[in-house]
Nanobody, 125 residues
């Protein structure tokens, strides 16, 4: 499985960005796509994840620091997930990573076996 993340960039506080994660290769009809981020000097942090299994989409999971501001969704016709990030703050500055898991409803980084390259998000005050 190959994951391609895109959509990062620089934005001022209060602004929005939308990240995309396109999966290719040996994809599955039952898996979880998620986002993690690593801020400078910090551990990688869970951001959001979405599971779909055999045509059904589960309720998304979000990290506490992004609840109410970020929204994860998917394209029903493609193996692509999106992360809509609103009301961004400088604390959201990080490298954002797309990841995939064959397990449902997971948020633990150890359960994600497939990783894409990171995309930088920089929020200025």
């Amino acid at each position: 499985v190959q994951l391609q993340a895109s959509g990062g960039g620089s934005v001022q506080a209060g602004g929005s960005l939308r990240l995309s994660c396109a999966a290719s290769g040996r994809t599955s009809s039952s898996w979880t796509l998620g986002w993690f981020r690593r801020a400078p000097g910090k551990e990688r942090e869970f951001v959001a994840a979405l599971t779909w299994r055999h045509g059904n989409t589960h309720s998304p999971n979000y990290g506490d620091s992004v609840k109410g501001r970020f929204s994860i969704s998917r394209d029903n016709t493609k193996n692509t997930a999106f992360l809509q990030m609103n009301s961004l703050t400088p604390e959201d500055t990080a490298v954002y990573y797309c990841a995939a898991s064959l397990s449902p409803s997971v948020t633990n980084i150890a359960r994600f076996g497939y990783w894409g390259q990171g995309t930088q998000v920089t929020v200025s005050s």
